[in-house]
């Protein structure tokens, strides 16, 4: 069964001794971030706070930070899981014989399950404040000693595309200014930040409705950082996720739905030409993203349950919750990657990386120049246009053993013949870059060289100790007492 909203899933972190409750008062101005930054590199568990101070609302953090959270969040043994499930519905696609399309019905009944479903009400609609209300009444973080205040981290955003009509869920960082009014940090790359370009193109209204929803069941959460073709709803995919449709409610003063679930609702609309300074944000770089101009959001009504939880993450030098969070995102969206690419085995992003950074690949090597195709590829697939440094290695080289991958694309490159650079948009937190989101990538061709490339010269097999000396050995080493 999908968890109903998050006190389930926190239930069952845990039933599963993966969540301490922390019940001395610990300050939501960076001292939470201390205990979450020390928790999750010491492999200790989620964190929910009782008694934060200046707030009787809980804090839970570290809710994903590891593989077993990510587990439990999905319901899932692996998240390859996951990925076996898109792969099916992926091959789904007109099946021959009368007799295989009657056994595709019942799959194409369930895709049918996960639309979302509008009800009347819902528990985020217990409390409505519309005045007398105040952001400051919630444990809203400061998370490192530079950051220009406090931050929502884990947020919801929904929006509509003023074309279509179509529902987006981003999560956007969110900077509180005062007791109404915040920071909507929406990159340019972001649907958000599109569907707000488009109304403030057209010039038909001053004003863009936005909804923030935070907390709510572990999959519903996760699907606003999914990276997901335009238009395609994050809700859908909540559902797919979940195996249950996510309920979704209408909101009290703005013409947008939210998850029934979720604990806070703030609801608002971002004023066309208004704009404010935002930041810094120690983000998850590792290091502080710099003060820039952003839309502000006013508040105008909060909705929650009576007795809410506030779900919050913290993002710096890796590896912190986001890792694991991403490197789910690797494993569920590695089939369709498969689609567009089938020669790609598998794929890699340290942690050190922090996602946009690296990109270890390895694939089946059929064709002269097919690693510099890869390249030009992945650079052509939505976030993955971000990718600063992709490294292309055959398939016999296990990519998720980052020592080992080093070692072999190292030892196999030609640095002058093997390394190309391109010039395109980079990631808006990249302050290397040399101009504000364009910059420079590079890609690392560290595949076996083939004659057909140009390359002569014999290629040197790896050094690997005979079979049966190594099965001789076994039974020395037991009876060597090693």
């Known amino acids: 069964m999908a968890y109903q909203d998050l006190r389930t899933f926190i239930a069952a972190l845990e039933k599963a001794g993966e969540l301490k409750r922390v019940t001395v008062e610990v300050d939501p101005v960076l001292e939470i971030t201390e205990f979450a930054d020390r928790s999750v590199k010491r492999g200790g568990p989620a964190l929910l706070f009782e008694k934060p101070k200046g707030s009787d609302i809980p804090v839970l953090i570290n ?40 056994k595709m019905l019942p799959v194409l009944a369930e895709v049918g399950a996960f639309f979302p479903k509008i009800v009347s009400g819902g528990p985020c609609k217990e409390v409505v404040k519309r005045e007398k209300f105040s952001l400051f009444d919630y444990p809203v973080l400061r998370c490192w000693p530079e950051d220009g205040g406090r931050f929502i981290t884990l947020p919801m955003v929904f929006s509509r595309n003023p074309a279509t009509g179509k529902r987006n869920c981003g999560c956007y960082r969110i900077q509180i200014y005062d007791e109404r009014t915040t920071g909507m940090h929406w990159q340019t790359h972001k649907q958000g930040a599109d569907h707000y370009r488009r109304l403030k193109q057209e010039g038909k209204v001053t004003r863009m409705e936005a909804a ?29 996720l979940r195996k249950k449709p996510v309920e979704m409610v209408k909101c009290e003063t703005v013409d947008i739905e939210v998850p029934a679930n ?8 971002l004023d066309l030409d208004e704009s404010r300074v935002e930041g810094p944000f120690g983000d998850h770089t590792g290091f502080y993203s710099l003060e820039d101009s952003y839309p502000v959001f006013h508040v105008t009504c909060i909705t929650q349950r009576k007795n809410p939880v506030y779900a919050t993450t913290i993002v710096g030098p890796p590896p912190m919750e986001d890792f694991y969070m991403g490197r789910a995102i690797e494993r569920i969206f590695l089939p369709l990657m498969r689609l567009q690419l089938p020669e790609v085995r598998d794929i890699c992003m340290p942690a050190e990386g922090i996602f946009h950074n690296l990109i270890l690949v390895s694939i089946r090597k059929t064709y002269p120049g ?42 196999n490159i030609d640095p002058q013949r093997d390394i190309e650079f391109v010039m395109g948009p980079v990631d808006s937190l990249d302050h290397a870059s040399r101009l504000p989101n364009y910059g420079s990538k590079m890609g690392v061709d560290a ?8 390359f002569t010269r014999p290629w040197p097999g790896v050094i690997t100790m005979d079979p049966g000396v190594k099965s001789r050995v076994d039974e020395l080493w037991k009876i060597a007492g090693l």
């Not at 923030?212 to 709803?233: E, F, K, N, Q």
Request: a negative charge; zero cysteines.
């Open 370 to 411: 097919q690693a510099r195709k890869v390249m030009h590829a992945i650079w052509g697939l939505g976030q993955a246009m971000f990718s600063k440094v992709i490294v292309v290695v055959d398939e016999t080289v296990d990519v998720q053993n980052v020592s080992a991958a080093a070692w072999q694309a190292l030892n």
């Open 63 to 102: 809710a994903f930070a590891s593989d077993r959270r990510m587990e439990l969040a999905l319901e899932v043994d692996s998240v390859e899981t996951i990925a076996q499930r898109i792969a099916e519905y992926l091959q789904m696609r007109m099946p021959e014989g009368i007799l295989n399309k009657l």
């Open 262 to 269: 979720s604990e806070i609702v703030l609801e608002g609309y």
């Open 212 to 240: 923030v929803a935070i907390g709510a069941d572990p999959a519903t959460m996760y699907s606003a950082i999914l990276p997901l073709p335009p238009d395609l709803d994050e809700m859908m995919i909540a559902g797919f």
């Open 447 to 454: 595949t076996r060289k083939w004659p057909e490339e140009g």
